[in-house]
């Protein structure tokens, strides 16, 4: 009996044993493959931080594969039991969790004496529609509402893989109209002051929601007074753009997971990913329309100073169009709507980050609302890295340049 239970410890140990090294290797290859330049902020965090992202998704795919659990399910229970912290609220703030029209919010409301309403801003999650959530951007969204005196409400929209577009964003409006028919009579808000905003993929929304809300114009409630987009993911027609090549293979956004963003968004179709990447679902007749858009020439000279490489003009394919096409129209990809509709977007302020794939979409952004005449605030952290506030007050994953990040939202959202 002792000897059985002797080879069975030994077996079992030599199984965890061969599962770790699995991951290890796993984990080495994936390093050696992403490239963080030495003008990041925190450069060798970074390097830990993207090892264990890296070694969480690794993991997840070896108990998906074993079928144990979803990748997608693994991964989001690891962030929420041990790289999400919730602290006690600190004083000056009220902190509520409830149900605007059956999509989750939490509400932080400033309890100091205010002369009138305040303002407000509704804040959508970043996460590329697949991870995150109210918890991710608690300390973000109690950071703002404390130190800009406003009420900010953070929507838990629905996710994918188990939803698909457009249940992301038909949440977010939900929410956002319901806040609107109510910010005065419940929240002490006054509606034609509130913003609406969000962090890559939530950027996305927020900007998607306006045009939408423009488009309407059914006048019942007030237009949103401002967006506030932390390096938004506005486009999915090229992900060739200079931003994109530089920053290929910089943590925590590498060019292919965007593609695999933004398809999970859709239908989850992952057949058609490197089509995407190449450019092959772009009809040959919309292309000079979004060059017109999208062409590097846009950009600042500075933008092309760490390399640009023209890509070739690519092979159009008409089933990865057909499969995809929902993501060229402007409510997932906002970049591309008409002029007639970016010119009724409210004031904006963008950030952007320069080691982010995403840099250029939010510049591009910023290039178009200027070009039409919208009042636009762009800043630009020649340092950041995309994601960087996910780690805000987030203890030992902290990054200072997220408070900076932070900060200068506040600052704006002071102005609104």
């Not at 830990?48 to 594969?65: Q, S, T």
């Not at 490197?274 to 919309?286: A, F, K, M, R, S």
């Not at 010119?343 to 982010?356: A, G, R, S, V």
Request: with cysteine.
């Amino acid at each position: 009996m002792d000897l059985a239970f002797a080879i069975l410890i030994i077996g079992f140990a030599a199984l965890v044993a061969a599962f770790l090294l699995l991951v290890i290797g796993l984990v080495y290859s994936e390093l050696m493959n992403s490239d963080i330049p030495l003008g990041v902020a925190s450069s060798g965090k970074l390097h830990m931080v993207h090892g264990l992202f890296v070694g969480i998704a690794i993991v997840g795919r070896i108990l998906h594969r074993l079928g144990i659990c979803h990748q997608v399910s693994f991964i989001r229970w690891f962030v929420a039991c041990f790289l999400t912290r919730l602290n006690p609220v600190p004083p000056g703030l009220r902190v509520k969790d409830l149900k605007f029209s059956e999509v989750s919010v939490r509400v932080y409301e400033p309890t100091t004496v205010c002369d009138g309403l305040r303002r407000g801003l509704v804040y959508f999650h970043g996460g590329g529609w697949v991870l995150g959530g109210i918890d991710s951007v608690d300390e973000v969204c109690r950071h703002i509402a404390k130190e800009s005196d406003t009420t900010v409400v953070s929507v838990g929209y629905r996710l994918a893989p188990e939803h698909r577009y457009p249940a992301q964003l038909d949440d977010c409006e939900t929410a956002m109209c319901h806040f609107l028919s109510v910010a005065e009579a419940e929240f002490s808000v006054d509606s034609r002051r509130v913003a609406v905003g969000g962090d890559s993929t939530g950027a996305n929304m927020a900007v998607a929601l306006c045009q939408r809300l423009a488009m309407r114009e059914d006048g019942h409630l007030p237009f949103p007074c401002a967006q506030v987009l932390i390096y938004p993911a506005l486009q999915m027609a090229d992900f060739n753009l200079p931003s994109y090549q530089q920053n290929h293979a910089v943590p925590i956004l590498f060019r292919g997971r965007m593609a695999f963003y933004f398809l999970q968004y859709l239908n989850g179709d992952m057949s058609v990913c490197q089509d995407v990447l190449e450019g092959n679902h772009v009809p040959t007749e919309l292309r000079p329309r979004y060059k017109e858009w999208l062409s590097p020439s846009n950009l600042p000279p500075e933008c092309l100073a760490r390399g640009f490489r023209e890509h070739p003009t690519p092979e159009y394919d008409g089933e990865v169009y057909h499969a995809i096409k929902a993501g060229l129209e402007p409510e997932v990809s906002p970049l591309l709507a008409d002029d007639a509709v970016i010119q009724k977007t409210p004031p904006t302020f963008i950030l952007t980050c320069e080691y982010d794939v995403l840099r250029d979409d939010g510049i591009l952004y910023q290039k178009r609302l200027q070009d039409l005449g919208i009042d636009i605030t762009w800043q630009h952290v020649m340092d950041g890295f995309h994601g960087m506030i996910n780690f805000f007050n987030q203890g030992w994953l902290a990054f200072p340049s997220a408070v900076r990040v932070v900060d200068n939202v506040v600052n704006y959202v002071k102005t609104l």
